[in-house]
């Protein structure tokens, strides 16, 4: 394994330890909920940057991979679900956003596996990119809803903060959508050409 697909492999085993320290207070009776919150922060950050860092490094020592192009997109899709699955069982977001989000990114992953199967790895477009980024941003503002939830703490923006949370929840829903819009053309545009 290179080092980029490390990277990438970071996520994919720091989610569950995401999802674990996310219910920890809730399994011990509200015990460990800073704790709990910086850990959540540590471990967000860390996952954000590997997104960022595995291309870089991947792009800079020439190493892109076909395994590194499924890894990457795969390990996004584990922990930003892994982020919203937390969200919506603390009510902070809608179970109905995190459903319409999860079947795009199970969509997704179903037609990379189809033009896998032709030889075609389906790259990131920008449409998939700013979908990414307004995914982290919404997730760091439900972290920010959930430490408000644990530790009592930011009274000065609760009053603007959830529904601040649910729009973004609410652009990431309908960037997640366009995107998938946006590679369906491609894909049909593919199956037209061959």
Do not use: C
Request: hydrophobic share 60%; proline share 3%.
């Amino acid at each position: 394994m290179n080092i980029a697909n490390f990277i990438t492999s970071l996520r994919l085993y720091l989610s569950p330890v995401f999802f674990i320290f996310a219910f920890l207070p809730y399994w011990t009776a509200g015990r460990f909920s800073v704790l709990s919150s910086v850990v959540l922060w540590v471990l967000f950050v860390i996952i954000e940057l590997s997104d960022v860092l595995d291309g870089m490094v991947a792009r800079r020592q020439k190493i892109v991979s076909d395994i590194g192009k499924l890894l990457d997109p795969f390990a996004d899709v584990v922990s930003r679900l892994t982020y919203f699955i937390v969200f919506a069982a603390f009510s902070i977001m809608p179970v109905w956003m995190f459903v319409l989000i999860m079947y795009r990114e199970v969509g997704i992953i179903f037609l990379r596996m189809m033009m896998i199967r032709d030889g075609v790895a389906l790259a990131a477009r920008k449409g998939g990119k700013l979908k990414a980024v307004m995914y982290a941003v919404s997730a760091g503002l439900g972290l920010l809803m959930l430490m408000h939830l644990r530790i009592q703490n930011l009274h000065g923006l609760m009053p603007a903060l959830p529904w601040v949370t649910i729009g973004a929840f609410g652009i990431s829903v309908l960037l997640s959508w366009g995107s998938m819009i946006d590679y369906l053309l491609v894909i049909r545009k593919h199956y037209r050409a061959s």
